[in-house]
């Protein structure tokens, strides 16, 4: 099939499978879940991921052929953008063949949602000063500790997750990745309302929690090296909007404000170039890095500039929204009567430029990775990890 008639074939069967603008129904887990095994079973999930492990197989080319047509609907796969965009691509990059046979079908097919555990209270930008512990127990660890703004792992089935294993050793070096089922015994997952008014994240706690060291993903103590691959990806897949399902009927969209707006004010008329300009140099900026990922070339640390450059637009999309909309931008805000989509998407915008690193981190990793500036000092790099006064350390 050459590449029109994917796309064609991709537009027909997104017309008979997702509708324009489809509000969340009741069940919307279930009824996510039903979606993308149909996805899977089209052949239109994990398109670029390996034949092997229940991918396509196929290139760049038809991914994007089918997300340029998925742009037209509102598919309902946000909860499968953890595993999508981070926890699947770093079990096919860092995991067994065991993992990967047992863990990547069921998820591309979406059986199974995923979540990220590596933030904790008192470890988010400087992830690596985290303290949840896992302690060896013959052929399986003993997990302790708590993560916090784990998103989706209400819904989550398994979650990949970053534990200190040597506190002996300087904080990157005694860290090892596991994967843990979320509905084991010991886990405690309690959502966190934000002030969209929903959960889009939750608070989790280990307690005497057993995985199997058949679940580590990669070397005892090498679990640093397997989250920057995680988080390469997480960049990478949040600003191009992987399962994120961004609609068309999203409110602060350049489509809907430019429907609404009074487009005869010059000053408006400004605005949505501006905004427009901007989402065609982010869309190109994704696509140049995708080509060079297809030839070979890992965009690396420049991931992070186009994580930056999504967040810094989703602020001014909601911006430009809220003062186009004026008071009638903040009737309602969250799932309650009378709550307004719009008002939704607003409260939600700060969230990217959170979420994957805030916009400090990533400018500083741009000015260090990319554009070879001096690192800023990091006095704790040698020092055994248990002598830091991090966390609630000390
Ligand atoms: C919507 C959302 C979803 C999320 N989902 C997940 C998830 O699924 N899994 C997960 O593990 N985590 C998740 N996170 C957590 C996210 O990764 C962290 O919030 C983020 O890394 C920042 O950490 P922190 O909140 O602890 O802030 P801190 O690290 O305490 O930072 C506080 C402030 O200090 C600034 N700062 C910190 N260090 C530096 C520095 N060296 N240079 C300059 N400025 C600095 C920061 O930019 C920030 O403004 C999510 C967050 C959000 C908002």
């Given at each position: 099939m050459n590449l029109d008639e994917y796309r064609r074939a991709a537009r027909a069967w997104l017309r008979d499978y997702a509708r324009p603008g489809e509000s969340a129904p009741e069940n919307a887990i279930s009824h996510a879940k039903d979606f993308m095994a149909r996805l899977y079973d089209a052949g239109y999930s994990g398109i670029t991921w390996p034949a092997r492990w229940g991918g396509q197989g196929l290139t760049q080319a038809e991914e994007r052929a089918f997300a340029a047509e998925a742009r037209h609907f509102s598919l309902p796969t946000y909860v499968f953008s953890i595993g999508l965009g981070m926890t699947g691509p770093t079990l096919v990059d860092r995991g067994t063949d065991e993992q990967r046979e047992r863990f990547v079908r069921p998820l591309l097919r979406g059986e199974e949602i995923w979540c990220q555990l590596f933030s904790e209270p008192g470890a988010g930008s400087d992830v690596a000063a985290l303290q949840t512990r896992a302690v060896r127990d013959g052929d399986r660890w003993i997990v302790n500790g708590q993560k916090v703004w784990t998103s989706v792992a209400q819904h989550a089935d398994w979650g990949l997750l970053l534990t200190r294993t040597n506190p002996d050793a300087p904080k990157h070096r005694g860290l090892t990745m596991f994967v843990v089922g979320?509905?084991?015994?010991?886990v405690t997952v309690r959502p966190l309302k934000d002030m969209t008014g929903r959960a889009h994240f939750n608070e989790v706690f280990f307690d005497d929690v057993a995985v199997p060291d058949a679940h580590r993903v990669g070397e005892v103590d090498d679990g640093w090296s397997v989250a920057v691959t995680t988080l390469l990806h997480e960049r990478l897949s949040i600003s191009a909007g992987v399962g994120m399902g961004r609609a068309k009927d999203d409110p602060t969209s350049l489509e809907a404000l430019r429907r609404t707006a009074d487009t005869s004010d010059p000053l408006v008329r400004d605005d949505l170039v501006e905004l427009h300009i901007r989402t065609r140099a982010l869309a190109l900026f994704n696509q140049r890095l995708a080509q060079e990922a297809e030839a070979g070339l890992f965009p690396g640390a420049r991931g992070s500039a186009a994580k930056l450059l999504l967040a810094e637009l989703t602020l001014f999309e909601a911006d430009l929204a809220t003062r186009l909309a004026g008071p009638s931008a903040v009737v309602g805000t969250g799932d309650g009567e009378g709550a307004g989509p719009l008002a939704h998407a607003i409260s939600l915008a700060p969230a990217m430029s959170l979420g994957g690193g805030t916009n400090e981190i990533m400018r500083n990793i741009i000015g260090e990775r990319v554009l070879g500036l001096p690192p800023g000092p990091?006095?704790?790099?040698?020092?055994?990890?248990?002598d830091l006064k991090v966390g609630t350390q000390g």
């Amino acid at each position: 099939m050459n590449l029109d008639e994917y796309r064609r074939a991709a537009r027909a069967w997104l017309r008979d499978y997702a509708r324009p603008g489809e509000s969340a129904p009741e069940n919307a887990i279930s009824h996510a879940k039903d979606f993308m095994a149909r996805l899977y079973d089209a052949g239109y999930s994990g398109i670029t991921w390996p034949a092997r492990w229940g991918g396509q197989g196929l290139t760049q080319a038809e991914e994007r052929a089918f997300a340029a047509e998925a742009r037209h609907f509102s598919l309902p796969t946000y909860v499968f953008s953890i595993g999508l965009g981070m926890t699947g691509p770093t079990l096919v990059d860092r995991g067994t063949d065991e993992q990967r046979e047992r863990f990547v079908r069921p998820l591309l097919r979406g059986e199974e949602i995923w979540c990220q555990l590596f933030s904790e209270p008192g470890a988010g930008s400087d992830v690596a000063a985290l303290q949840t512990r896992a302690v060896r127990d013959g052929d399986r660890w003993i997990v302790n500790g708590q993560k916090v703004w784990t998103s989706v792992a209400q819904h989550a089935d398994w979650g990949l997750l970053l534990t200190r294993t040597n506190p002996d050793a300087p904080k990157h070096r005694g860290l090892t990745m596991f994967v843990v089922g979320m509905r084991d015994p010991g886990v405690t997952v309690r959502p966190l309302k934000d002030m969209t008014g929903r959960a889009h994240f939750n608070e989790v706690f280990f307690d005497d929690v057993a995985v199997p060291d058949a679940h580590r993903v990669g070397e005892v103590d090498d679990g640093w090296s397997v989250a920057v691959t995680t988080l390469l990806h997480e960049r990478l897949s949040i600003s191009a909007g992987v399962g994120m399902g961004r609609a068309k009927d999203d409110p602060t969209s350049l489509e809907a404000l430019r429907r609404t707006a009074d487009t005869s004010d010059p000053l408006v008329r400004d605005d949505l170039v501006e905004l427009h300009i901007r989402t065609r140099a982010l869309a190109l900026f994704n696509q140049r890095l995708a080509q060079e990922a297809e030839a070979g070339l890992f965009p690396g640390a420049r991931g992070s500039a186009a994580k930056l450059l999504l967040a810094e637009l989703t602020l001014f999309e909601a911006d430009l929204a809220t003062r186009l909309a004026g008071p009638s931008a903040v009737v309602g805000t969250g799932d309650g009567e009378g709550a307004g989509p719009l008002a939704h998407a607003i409260s939600l915008a700060p969230a990217m430029s959170l979420g994957g690193g805030t916009n400090e981190i990533m400018r500083n990793i741009i000015g260090e990775r990319v554009l070879g500036l001096p690192p800023g000092p990091r006095v704790d790099k040698t020092v055994p990890f248990k002598d830091l006064k991090v966390g609630t350390q000390g």
